[in-house]
């Protein structure tokens, strides 16, 4: 069974400056997918950025980045030039590449952007 | 594209009663679905994965006569929560997944979720 373990209940960051969640997982598989998705206020699940672990090269999407260390295990998302837009819940997630194609969540971190 | 939408977003139901959530697949045929439940300031736990055409598959733990998943159709999955009680009252959100083969890989969308209140 996988384990995705995200430490930081909580975080804050003041608009415009850069902030690092950080995301562990446990897992015997060597194909897999990782996520970071983003819940706000609306509860709506949104999709923020995805990692395919077969390729070396970091995910970048905008704002948006990710340091994926295989061998360590980590996954932590980096995002830069924080709005007030991105306070909201974020959860890492685990997927395998084969089978269910079951989602492992996170406990979530809860990021606030202050003004 | 890819849009997922839940019915109802809000239901309020008397103890004993079988409320209905339905979860559809706009734009694409999604062969699998997925039930999660989330308590307050709480992750998202799986409840089910629902297969097209073929019974749910539930995780440890969930009760499968109370939660009844339906998969009738490649764009509507159902949640029956029957005879509610108080304790069942939670967010309940649905995802689908989009088969390899289309533009998008292994993504999951999520609906906006239905949130159920058992007075």
């Known amino acids: 069974a996988q384990t995705v373990t995200q430490s930081q209940p909580e975080m804050s960051v003041q608009e415009a400056e850069t902030v690092t969640l950080s995301c562990t997982y446990d897992t015997s598989e060597n194909n897999y997918y990782l996520f970071w998705y983003k819940q706000p206020p609306s509860r709506q699940m949104i999709l923020v950025i995805r990692?395919?672990?077969?390729?070396?090269q970091n995910a970048t999407e905008n704002r948006f980045s990710v340091n994926f260390q295989k061998a360590a295990k980590s996954f932590s998302l980096k995002i830069s030039d924080s709005q007030l837009g991105d306070t909201a819940m974020y959860f890492c997630?685990?997927?395998?590449?084969?089978?269910?194609?079951?989602?492992?969540f996170g406990k979530g971190t809860k990021l606030s952007v202050i003004p | 594209g890819a849009v997922v939408s839940q019915h109802p977003s809000w239901v309020i139901c008397k103890s004993g009663t079988s409320v209905k959530i339905e979860c559809r697949s706009l734009d694409f045929q999604a062969t699998t679905m997925f039930w999660y439940r989330q308590f307050p300031k709480q992750s998202l736990m799986l409840m089910a994965t629902?297969?097209?055409?073929?019974?749910?598959?539930?995780e440890q733990g969930v009760e499968k006569d109370k939660f009844l998943i339906n998969h009738a159709s490649l764009t509507l999955s159902t949640l029956t929560v029957t005879s509610a009680h108080p304790e069942d009252s939670s967010f309940y959100i649905c995802s689908a997944r989009r088969p390899t083969g289309e533009s998008s890989y292994n993504e999951q969308f999520f609906g906006p979720g239905t949130r159920l209140t058992v007075l």
């Open positions: 990692q395919e672990a077969y390729k070396q």
């Open positions: 629902s297969n097209e055409g073929s019974k749910a598959t539930y």
């Open positions: 997630a685990f997927m395998k590449q084969s089978g269910s194609y079951q989602l492992t």
